[in-house]
C-alpha cells in the first residue's frame, strides 16, 4: 500500500543563481546552475523552469523550459538559464528531476520574489563564485 512505498529524499543537490558576465547584453546578468555536491554522477536530469506571480495587481508568469542533461559529474555544476532583470520579482520555480544509484529524485526550488539580490549572497558549494543557493 502506500506506506509501502519509499520515496527518496533529495539530498546534496542544489540550484543556485549567481551573478555574471553577460557579454550579448554588457551587463552582469544572474544564471541559474544544477549543483550536484554528491560523490556520485546524476543521470539523466531533467530541469523543468517557470516564472509567476503577481506584477502591479495583475497575475504573470512566463513560458515553461524544459532542460535535459545526460550526465553530471559528481562535485560539480552546471549552467541551466540566463534569469532576465524582469523576472527576477516574480517566483522562479525549478522541478529538478533525476536518477542517483538508479534511484529516481525530485525536487522543487523555489526562488521567492525579489530574493535574488546582492544582499543574499552565500558560499556555493562546487563554484568559486557567491550566489544565492536554494538547498
Given amino acids: 500500500m ?3 512505498i519509499e520515496i527518496p529524499k533529495s539530498v ?22 544544477l549543483i550536484n555536491n554528491n560523490n556520485e554522477p546524476l543521470k ?3 530541469v523543468v523552469s517557470k516564472a509567476y506571480g503577481t506584477i502591479d495587481g495583475e497575475m504573470r508568469k512566463t513560458g515553461t523550459f524544459r532542460h535535459a542533461f545526460k550526465e553530471i559529474p559528481p562535485k560539480s555544476h552546471l ?3 540566463l534569469l532576465e532583470n524582469n523576472v527576477l520579482q516574480l517566483n522562479n520555480e525549478f522541478v ?4 542517483l544509484n538508479n534511484k529516481l529524485f525530485d525536487k522543487t526550488f523555489v526562488f521567492k520574489t525579489n530574493t535574488i539580490n546582492d544582499k543574499a549572497l552565500s558560499d556555493i558549494p ?6 544565492v543557493l536554494l538547498k
Avoid: C, L, P
Avoid at 96 to 99: H, I, M
Fill in 96 to 99: 529538478v528531476t533525476y536518477f
Fill in 126 to 131: 562546487t563554484m568559486k563564485e557567491r550566489g
Fill in 79 to 81: 549552467k541551466i538559464e
Fill in 2 to 4: 502506500k506506506k509501502d
Fill in 12 to 33: 546534496d543537490v542544489f540550484v543556485a543563481a549567481v551573478k555574471e558576465w553577460n557579454e550579448d547584453f554588457q551587463e552582469n546578468s544572474w544564471y541559474a546552475y
Fill in 44 to 46: 539523466m536530469a531533467i
